[in-house]
């Protein structure tokens, strides 16, 4: 098969497309074909080497020291079951030309024509969605999903303030929590206002003009998605027991989370990936897609997220040349 590998850090230009053997599928996995994969700040951030501050040593301690041990990128797939493993209680629900849709966690691998993936780690993907908007969907979706509905229990009515509202995570975040009830103000360039006051946003802060550093606020929720926010900064914009999110904390307040700040990473549960689905399928989650095309516009894909500009959500259609 053909896979798209990050053998070294260092730029977009380092990923190269390769002819690789096939993955094997172990006991209670599938073999997918991977029809649309998203190309996420996750996967920027590990073929960079370029991690939270005071994450560096022990993000390298654990994916590589000089690259990443697993080369093959990409965490977030839809595509149609090729092949199964010896079965499991878990795999059995599937079956060849199954279309579904997952996240590989750490293991990775999705940037490729076809990935291994345990049964767990997937759902069935709705026939009214297609594999580029149910590859779209989960990165950000699963990370809002979480922490707002599982970490911060956002109700009905609350002010939230979305920092980085136009890109995956904080798109998601202004439209799930649109979705629950919440007042939402997004933090957003300019030219991203509309889009992001179109997604349920009722009020727009254009950081260009007021950086999150000089705000003003008596928010119920801090949602950052951008890292820009402390856990100190975060406390100072909401109400006294108002919660902060930080969806990219560095080491100090990963370390300090607990009580109202929400640190960590997002679980990749398909009892998730099932519920967002259905709200794509439905009409009231957009994961915001751009189809780039086949492998080769990794490098395109790659060096977008790295101009912090990315919107929404990245695919690209490994099956295509
Ligand atoms: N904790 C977890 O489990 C988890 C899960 C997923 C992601 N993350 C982390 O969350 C962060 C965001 O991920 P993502 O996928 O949403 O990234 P992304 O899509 O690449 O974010 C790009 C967006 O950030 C906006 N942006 C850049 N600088 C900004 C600023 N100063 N203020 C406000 N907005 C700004 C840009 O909007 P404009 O063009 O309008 O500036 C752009 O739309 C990453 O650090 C990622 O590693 C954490």
Do not use: W
Not at 11 to 37: F, K, M, Q, Y
Not at 87 to 114: K, N
Not at 196 to 212: H, M, N, R
Not at 261 to 275: C, D, K, L, Y
Request: hydrophobic residues 45%; contains cysteine; glycine residues 14%.
């Amino acid at each position: 098969m053909r896979a798209a590998m990050s053998g070294q850090y260092g730029s977009p230009e380092t990923v190269r497309i390769v002819d690789t053997s096939d993955p094997v599928p172990r006991a209670g996995e599938l073999l997918v074909r991977v029809n649309a994969a998203a190309v996420t700040a996750g996967d920027a951030r590990i073929r960079a080497g370029r991690f939270p501050h005071g994450f560096g040593t022990l993000a390298r301690l654990g994916i590589g020291l000089q690259g990443p041990r697993r080369p093959a990128l990409g965490a977030v797939f839809s595509g149609t079951v090729e092949r199964l493993g010896s079965p499991t209680a878990d795999s059995a629900q599937f079956a060849v030309g199954d279309e579904v849709v997952g996240m590989t966690g750490a293991r990775m691998g999705a940037h490729a024509e076809l990935v291994a993936v345990s049964a767990k780690r997937i759902t069935a993907k709705p026939a009214g969605v297609s594999h580029a908007d149910a590859a779209a969907t989960l990165f950000g979706g699963t990370t809002a999903l979480h922490f707002l509905r599982d970490r911060a229990s956002l109700g009905e009515g609350q002010r939230v303030l979305v920092n980085g509202a136009a890109g995956s995570v904080g798109s998601a975040a202004v439209q799930l929590a649109h979705g629950m009830g919440a007042i939402v103000t997004g933090v957003c360039s300019e030219r991203n206002r509309d889009r992001v006051a179109s997604l349920g946003a009722s009020e727009t802060i254009d950081y260009e003009k007021q950086p999150v550093s000089i705000l003003r606020g008596n928010y119920d929720l801090v949602f950052d998605a951008v890292g820009n926010i402390t856990r100190e900064r975060g406390l100072q914009l909401v109400t006294l027991d108002g919660k902060v999110v930080l969806a990219a904390a560095n080491l100090a307040d990963m370390v300090r989370g607990g009580g109202r700040i929400f640190v960590g990473a997002a679980p990749e549960r398909a009892s998730n990936f099932a519920t967002l689905l259905s709200m794509t399928l439905a009409g009231s989650f957009d994961p915001l897609t751009r189809v780039l095309g086949g492998l080769g516009k990794i490098h395109e894909a790659h060096a977008i997220i790295d101009s912090g500009r990315k919107v929404g959500n990245l695919v690209i259609l490994p099956q295509e040349a």
